[in-house]
């Protein structure tokens, strides 16, 4: 029976959905994440909130996201409504750390134009996390 049934448990097991932490767990990833590529970071919110501003060739974050990521947003093409990207306002952002790098590495190809390093991800976070 037992052995009947571990394959099922397994298979379970790796179809579970991720494990969703903290935002913290998620921000500490990062740093550790750059650390061990020998590039250490220590996040901060001010340069994030500048990062998340500067508008490029076409867009900023903030052209989606707003000005006060603590509001909705709206897509910049197809006008779609967007959950605010502040975790004090919509809870569930930034507790998946797939999630949140399927979204950094779409939207900084979109708007740098190039993958958002490790740095700039981490105060893009520390950003998002300290509006209250
Ligand atoms: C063209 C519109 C657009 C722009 C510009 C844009 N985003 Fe987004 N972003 C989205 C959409 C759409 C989603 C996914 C929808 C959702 O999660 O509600 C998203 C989701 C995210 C998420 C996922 C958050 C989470 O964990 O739930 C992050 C992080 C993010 N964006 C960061 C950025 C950053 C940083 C920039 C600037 C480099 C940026 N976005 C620019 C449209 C945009």
């Known amino acids: 029976m037992i052995r ?9 097991a790796l179809s579970a959905p991720t494990f969703a932490g903290t935002q ?3 921000l500490s990833g990062l740093v550790a994440d750059a650390a061990r590529e020998g590039t250490p970071v220590a996040p ?3 340069r994030g909130e500048s990062f998340f ?10 052209s989606c996201h707003t000005a006060d ?7 910049a093409v197809t006008g779609k409504s967007i959950r ?11 507790t998946d750390r797939a999630k949140t790098d399927k979204w950094f590495h779409r939207n900084c190809r979109d708007v740098v134009g190039r993958p958002c390093s490790l740095a700039e991800q981490a105060d893009v ?5 300290s509006l209250k």
Do not use: I, N
Not at 5 to 10: E, N
């Open 53 to 62: 501003k500067t508008r490029r060739a076409e867009w900023s974050c903030a």
């Open 44 to 46: 901060s919110a001010a």
């Open 4 to 12: 009947r049934l571990l394959p099922v448990a397994f298979a379970l």
């Open 24 to 26: 913290a767990d998620l």
């Open 84 to 94: 605010p990207m502040a975790p004090s306002a919509e809870p569930t952002r930034l």
């Open 125 to 129: 976070v520390a950003y998002l996390m």
């Open 69 to 75: 990521p603590r509001q909705d947003g709206r897509h």
